[in-house]
Every structure is written in structure tokens, then in C-alpha cells.
């Protein structure tokens, strides 16, 4: 059984700054890419980073240069740095993993979700 556990979220105020993390935890083998998503009200549900075990990043064109995504293999845990908050990136923020288990002498890769974490920014 794998979870992820998302912490940090909250109500901030325009231009402020929140941190997110998402630990892993379980049978785990290994983690590939790991990222962050969001859906506000009445919306999809969007990419926001992703980043591979070897560190490479990836960013919705709209959170460059105020989000970063890192994450600490060793704890297996992902971060959110999010700095000069809008209005519009009000939502709930899910992290997502590529997880590695093991059984029957094989590998097996499945995607897992977090419970969500609500990121109000208010004007």
C-alpha cells in the first residue's frame, strides 16, 4: 500500500508565499517523476511542476519564475515553493508519484494521488 500525505496549504494573501509537501510513504521500491497539479472551482485539473528522480523540472508556463518543485529522495518527499501568490492560483493542489513496488520477483509502476490540500490566495 502506497500513500501520499499533502501539508501546507492555507489562506495567504495576494504576493505572500506558501511551501507544500507531499511525503510518500509505504511498500515503495523506488519513485520516478513526482508532481504537483491543481483544480480550481469549475476548472480541470492542471499541471503545475513535475519533477524526475534525477532532479529535472518541469513548469506550467504560468507558475514560472514564482513556483519551484524540488524534492528529497532520501524522505521521499516532494515540495512546492510558491512565492508572489495570486488570486487565480486558488485551489486545491494534488501531488502526484510514480511509484516502483515490488512482488513476485517483478517491478510494477502505478500512479498515486494525494487527498489534496486547499491554497486560498485572497486580493
Same mark, same amino acid.
Given at each position: 500500500q502506497v500513500h +501520499? /500525505? $499533502? *501539508? @501546507?496549504? #492555507? %489562506? /495567504?494573501? !495576494?504576493? @505572500?508565499? %506558501?511551501? %507544500?509537501?507531499? !511525503? /510518500?510513504?509505504?511498500s515503495i521500491f523506488s519513485i520516478n517523476a513526482m508532481?504537483?497539479?491543481?483544480? !480550481?472551482? #469549475?476548472?480541470?485539473? $492542471? +499541471? /503545475? !511542476?513535475?519533477? =524526475? *528522480? @534525477? #532532479?529535472? =523540472?518541469?513548469y506550467a508556463d504560468s507558475m514560472k519564475g514564482r513556483f519551484t518543485i524540488s524534492r528529497d529522495n532520501a524522505k521521499n518527499t516532494v515540495y512546492l515553493q510558491?512565492?508572489? %501568490?495570486?488570486p487565480e492560483d486558488t485551489a486545491v493542489y494534488y501531488c502526484n508519484a510514480g511509484v516502483v513496488t515490488t512482488g513476485w520477483g517483478r517491478r510494477y509502476e502505478n500512479t498515486y494521488w494525494g487527498q489534496g490540500t486547499q491554497v486560498t490566495v485572497s486580493s
Amino acid at each position: 500500500q502506497v500513500h +501520499l /500525505v $499533502e *501539508s @501546507g496549504g #492555507g %489562506l /495567504v494573501q !495576494a504576493g @505572500g508565499s %506558501l511551501r %507544500l509537501s507531499c !511525503a /510518500v510513504s509505504g511498500s515503495i521500491f523506488s519513485i520516478n517523476a513526482m508532481g504537483w497539479y491543481r483544480q !480550481a472551482p #469549475g476548472k480541470q485539473r $492542471e +499541471l /503545475v !511542476a513535475a519533477i =524526475t *528522480s @534525477g #532532479g529535472s =523540472t518541469n513548469y506550467a508556463d504560468s507558475m514560472k519564475g514564482r513556483f519551484t518543485i524540488s524534492r528529497d529522495n532520501a524522505k521521499n518527499t516532494v515540495y512546492l515553493q510558491m512565492n508572489s %501568490l495570486k488570486p487565480e492560483d486558488t485551489a486545491v493542489y494534488y501531488c502526484n508519484a510514480g511509484v516502483v513496488t515490488t512482488g513476485w520477483g517483478r517491478r510494477y509502476e502505478n500512479t498515486y494521488w494525494g487527498q489534496g490540500t486547499q491554497v486560498t490566495v485572497s486580493s
